[in-house]
């Protein structure tokens, strides 16, 4: 079983940038899982539906949505056990409780929340 972790939400303006993190815990088999397979972020802004934003795939094959395409960008350190999420341009819409997940797997983070104030 691996644990998710993320952090780095808050409140940001309009414009600005946040970088967020997830980071995984475990057994040595569980983490070497999540250093081979893809990771997803996802958000769940407040009466919609949760949506893929970012994912990073086995040989940092990143792919992104197109209304976040130019503006986020998702990377690993497998030496942290970590993946991170850098959100630039940030919009009021982008607004939404982020949640990293190892792709097809039931393993989830508990979400952090990001509010961008316009």
């Known amino acids: 079983q691996v644990q998710l972790e993320e952090s780095g939400g808050g409140l940001v303006q309009a414009g600005g940038s946040l970088r967020l993190s997830c980071a995984a815990s475990g057994s040595i088999f569980s983490v070497s899982i999540f250093k081979e397979n893809g990771v997803g972020w996802y958000r769940q802004a407040p009466g919609k539906q949760r949506e893929l934003v970012a994912v990073?795939?086995?040989?940092?094959?990143?792919n992104y949505p197109d209304s976040v395409k130019g503006r986020f960008t998702i990377s690993r350190d497998n030496a942290k056990n970590t993946v991170y999420l850098q959100m630039n341009s940030l919009k009021p819409e982008d607004t939404a409780v982020y949640y990293c997940?190892?792709?097809?797997?039931?393993?989830w983070g508990k979400g952090t929340l990001v509010t961008v104030s316009s």
């Open positions: 990073i795939q086995s040989g940092d094959i990143t």
């Open positions: 997940r190892l792709q097809g797997s039931p393993y």
